[in-house]
C-alpha cells in the first residue's frame, strides 16, 4: 500500500493557513450644528479622526442628509459634495449636480438627499430621482463624476482604499447655481480596513502541523 499521498495530503490540511491582519469596521456619525449652505455658495465641514484602529483602508461609505433649506426650497441639481482626506489629492465625488446630462442642463429638481454612498451599491445617485419634490433615500453609488455630463466616474470612494482612517476628513458642499437652498443635517463616516498586523497562528495550530509532518516523515520510513 502507497501511503506516501494520502500522508502528504493530511500534512498539507493540517497545516494553518496564512494569517492576515485583522479586518476592523468602524462607524462614525458626526455632529454639523449650523449646517446652511449659502445659496450660490459653498461651505466645507471637517472632522478629525485619531483615535481609528484602521490603517489600511478597504471600504470607505458615506452617509450624506441634506435637504431643501426650507423644506421644499432645495434644487438637487444645483448641489456638487465632495470628500476630502487631508486636504490631498485623493478626492471622492459625492453628488455632481444630479440628474445633469448632455441633453438636461438643469437637472433635477428635488427636496435633497437622506442617503448612505457606497461604490458597490446597485444605482447610480446622479441618476437617482424620487417620486414628486421630496428626498432620494436608500443605499447608491456616490456621483465619481468629474463633469456632471461625464460617463466616465474616476472618483468613486474606492480612491483611499489603502490609506490610514486617521486624518482630517473634509465634506465640500457647493450650490452652484443661485434659486433653491439647502443645508447640512448631518453625515457620518463607516470605514472598514486593517489594523496591518499579520496575526500569528495559536499554539494548538503548530502543534498539529508538527503532528502531521512527524507522522509524513514516518511514513516515509516506514517505505523504505
Known amino acids: 500500500m502507497n501511503t506516501k499521498p494520502i500522508l502528504l495530503t493530511a500534512a498539507l490540511l493540517l497545516i494553518p493557513p496564512a494569517l492576515g491582519a485583522e479586518v476592523i469596521t468602524e462607524n462614525y456619525a458626526f455632529s454639523v450644528g449650523s449646517g446652511n449652505i449659502p445659496d450660490g455658495g459653498s461651505r466645507s465641514f471637517s472632522q478629525s479622526l485619531s483615535a481609528s484602529q484602521i490603517v489600511n483602508l478597504t471600504e470607505v461609505q458615506v452617509g450624506l442628509h441634506l435637504t431643501g433649506n426650507p423644506t421644499n ?8 459634495v465632495s470628500l476630502n482626506r487631508n486636504l490631498g489629492t485623493q478626492t471622492a465625488v459625492l453628488l455632481n449636480q444630479a440628474g445633469v446630462t448632455a441633453n438636461d442642463s438643469a437637472g433635477f429638481s428635488f427636496d435633497g438627499w437622506n442617503v448612505t454612498l457606497k461604490d458597490s451599491a446597485n444605482g447610480d445617485i446622479h441618476l437617482g430621482e424620487p417620486t414628486g419634490p421630496t428626498t432620494l ?7 465619481g463624476r468629474l463633469s456632471p455630463t461625464d460617463t ?13 482612517a486617521n486624518t482630517v476628513w473634509y465634506l465640500d458642499i457647493a450650490d452652484l447655481s443661485p434659486g433653491g437652498a439647502m443645508t447640512l443635517n448631518s453625515w457620518s463616516l463607516n470605514l472598514t480596513g486593517d489594523n496591518g498586523i499579520t496575526a500569528v497562528p495559536e499554539p494548538k495550530s503548530w502543534a498539529l502541523m508538527s503532528a502531521a509532518l512527524l507522522a509524513f516523515a514516518a511514513g516515509r520510513r516506514w517505505r523504505r
Open 152 to 164: 466616465g466616474r474616476p472618483a468613486m470612494l474606492a480612491v483611499f482604499n489603502g490609506m490610514s
Open 73 to 80: 426650497n432645495g434644487f438637487a441639481g444645483d448641489m456638487f
Open 137 to 143: 433615500s436608500g443605499l447608491w453609488q456616490p456621483d
